[in-house]
T-cell receptor, first 112, second 115 residues
Framework: DADVTQTPRNRITKTGKRIMLECSQT?????MYWYRQDPGLGLRLIYY???????NKGEISDGYSVSRQAQAKFSLSLESAIPNQTALYFC???????????FGNGTRLTVT | GDSVTQMEGPVTLSEEAFLTINCTYT??????LFWYVQYPGEGLQLLLK?????DKGSNKGFEATYRKETTSFHLEKGSVQVSDSAVYFC??????????????FGQGTILTVHP
């Protein structure tokens, strides 16, 4: 969905490095989410934010942090990357609790 | 807690074959149910949804009926095309409680359609 832009699309980093994944949206949605996708596990929620001042942990937040710099921007950080954080990461937005999620095209992260 | 279970994949079909991908769920409230599709190199896109029991969601020839009695939301298509090759995710959104409308996903089913 071109309205939700993730950068970079691909990233290879080494164990112990700090890395930031960025997400920006032009949909004007208050709600933003970070998910990771692993083969056979589907998507799992890392963090979510319902507005600039509201940030909440998801089911797998350990090892991650987020920053909601503005309504349109929600970044995900790995303070000290480890190999089992190798995954496909998706940012998503929604207008309200009953509306569908709109996903970015993902960031493929490899930690060596 | 909430959970979604999809049939094991991958699924391989010939063009024009009938497709069923099974999905069952566990939820404490009255969830909304969704099917998302992920084409290669892209993010997930909403395919269809149903918000209450006996609702039927449909889109692009795909259908799924919300069955509360069997806690199921199976995806069907009468005649698949090569362009339907993708990964399909069943998901639920619990409207109330502490879930705040977050999505819980199944593990995904890879569909490959051959000419």
């Amino acid at each position: 969905d071109a309205d939700v832009t993730q950068t970079p699309r691909n990233r290879i980093t080494k164990t112990g490095k700090r890395i930031m994944l960025e997400c920006s949206q032009t949909k004007g949605h208050d709600r933003m989410y970070w998910y990771r996708q692993d083969p056979g596990l589907g998507l799992r929620l890392i963090y979510y934010s319902f507005d600039v001042k509201d940030i909440n942990k998801g089911e797998i937040s350990d090892g991650y942090s987020v920053s909601r710099q503005a309504q349109a921007k929600f970044s995900l950080s790995l303070e000290s990357a480890i190999p089992n954080q190798t995954a496909l990461y998706f940012c998503a937005t929604s207008e309200h609790s009953e509306s569908p999620l709109h996903f970015g095209n993902g960031t493929r992260l490899t930690v060596t | 807690g909430d959970s979604v279970t999809q049939m094991e994949g991958p699924v391989t079909l010939s063009e024009e074959a009938f497709l069923t991908i099974n999905c069952t769920y566990t939820a404490t409230g009255y969830p909304s149910l969704f099917w998302y599709v992920q084409y290669p190199g892209e993010g997930l896109q909403l395919l269809l949804k149903a918000t209450k029991a006996d609702d039927k969601g449909s889109n692009k020839g795909f259908e799924a009926t919300y069955r509360k009695e069997t806690t199921s939301f199976h995806l069907e298509k009468g005649s698949v095309q090569v362009s339907d090759s993708a990964v399909y995710f069943c998901a639920l959104k619990d409207a109330g409680g502490t879930s705040y409308g977050k999505l819980t996903f199944g593990q995904g089913t890879i569909l490959t359609v051959h000419p």
